[in-house]
């Protein structure tokens, strides 16, 4: 079974500052996939940011970059200059691999981290 | 190219109405994934398909859920005698296969009065 954890319900950043997201995880599979998106206020799931598990860089995008240390499980979100645009529901998620290496092809979401970019 | 096509974007049924819920799937892509999300909560998986195909239907509750992806159409989530709890958003997201990035759309938001 997989398990996606993020602890903080709410974060608030001023503007142009950095903000760290936390998300830990918890699998078994061999490999797998770790992502970011991000819901604004009218709903719809806009995708940030990949991780494969055998990744050895960091993956970034743009202004999003992933911490992620596998012997801890963790892949939090680090969002850099930090735009009013920004605030949103962000969304941590998995997508796991059997033992012969085959996707499960879902996904599994954690709760959520509000964050609201102050001016 | 059009992305991850739902429809429609905001549904209300009576209780004990049926709900049916579209998806179109990004071109290329045969892969559809459908989640429910509670107020307040993350996303759920309910079911993954593939042309005429369930792979996985782990997340569907037992009873009253159904959902098909024919060889020709969108992918349909359907709901028979709706209850006050299946009142949520319900999202389908497709992908080329198991092992790309899935795309969702914009999402379904049902309300069962």
């Known amino acids: 079974a997989q398990k996606i954890t993020q602890t903080q319900p709410g974060m608030f950043v001023q503007e142009k500052e950095a903000v760290t997201l936390d998300c830990t995880y918890d699998?078994?599979?061999?490999?797998?996939?770790l992502f970011w998106y991000k819901q604004p206020s009218s709903g719809e799931m806009i995708f940030l940011i990949y991780?494969?598990?055998?990744?050895?860089q960091n993956a970034t995008e743009g202004r999003y970059s992933l911490n992620f240390q596998k012997a801890r499980k963790s892949a939090n979100l680090v969002i850099s200059a930090s735009q009013l645009g920004d605030s949103a529901m962000y969304f941590c998620a998995m997508r796991g691999t059997n033992a012969g290496g085959t996707s499960y092809g879902k996904l599994t979401f954690g709760q959520g981290t509000i964050l609201t970019v102050h001016p | 190219n059009a992305g991850v096509m739902q429809n429609p974007r905001h549904l209300v049924r009576r209780r004990g109405q049926e709900a049916r819920l579209r998806c179109s799937p990004m071109?290329?892509?045969?892969?559809v994934y459908w989640y429910r999300q509670l107020p307040e909560e993350g996303l759920k998986f309910m079911v993954y398909?593939?042309?005429?195909?369930?792979?996985?239907e782990s997340g569907m509750p037992k009873e009253r859920f159904s959902a098909e992806f024919p060889k020709e159409g969108p992918s349909i989530l359907r709901i028979q005698q709706v209850v006050r709890g299946d009142s949520a958003a319900y999202f389908c997201a497709s992908s080329s296969g198991a092992n790309t990035e899935a795309f969702f759309g914009q999402g379904t938001r049902l309300t069962v009065v």
């Open positions: 071109k290329g892509h045969s892969h």
């Open positions: 398909l593939q042309k005429e195909n369930i792979i996985d």
């Open positions: 991780q494969g598990s055998y990744d050895q």
């Open positions: 699998t078994s599979d061999p490999s797998y996939g």
